[in-house]
Nanobody, 126 residues
Framework: QMELMEFGGGLVKPGGSLTLSCTTS????????VAWFRQAPGKEREGVMN????????HYEDFAKHRFTISRDDAKTTVYLQMSELRVEDTAVYYC???????????????????WGLGTEVTVSS
């Protein structure tokens, strides 16, 4: 059973930046696509960005364009979500997720992801 852990959430002012990390123990992430999702209060969970095992294929939702960057450090078995120009509407619990199978490229559809972390909370507020 793959256990994912997210780190890096916190309180940040509008316009600020934050970097989230997703890591796992006992498994290596380097053969899996890793995705970030988020769930704002009172809203459904939505996809943010994902990155495939090569690190060369990235998919993102429009709200993340030009503001968020996803990267992976396979030596550390960690995937990062760098967020900048944060807005109040970015406030959410952020989750990382991994599909069941290696070397696949699922869309940002939560039904295609099997392993989930418990999330890290990001609050954007002045």
């Amino acid at each position: 059973q793959m256990e994912l852990m997210e780190f890096g959430g916190g309180l940040v002012k509008p316009g600020g930046s934050l970097t989230l990390s997703c890591t796992t123990s006992r498994f290596k992430l380097n053969t899996y696509t890793v995705a970030w999702f988020r769930q704002a209060p009172g809203k459904e969970r939505e996809g943010v960005m994902n990155i495939d095992s090569s690190g060369n294929w990235v998919h993102y939702e429009d709200f993340a364009k030009h503001r968020f960057t996803i990267s992976r450090d396979d030596a550390k078995t960690t995937v990062y979500l760098q967020m900048s120009e944060l807005r109040v509407e970015d406030t959410a619990v952020y989750y990382c997720a991994v599909p069941r199978d290696e070397y696949t490229r699922p869309d940002l559809n939560e039904k295609e992801y099997h392993y989930w972390g418990l999330g890290t909370e990001v609050t954007v507020s002045s």
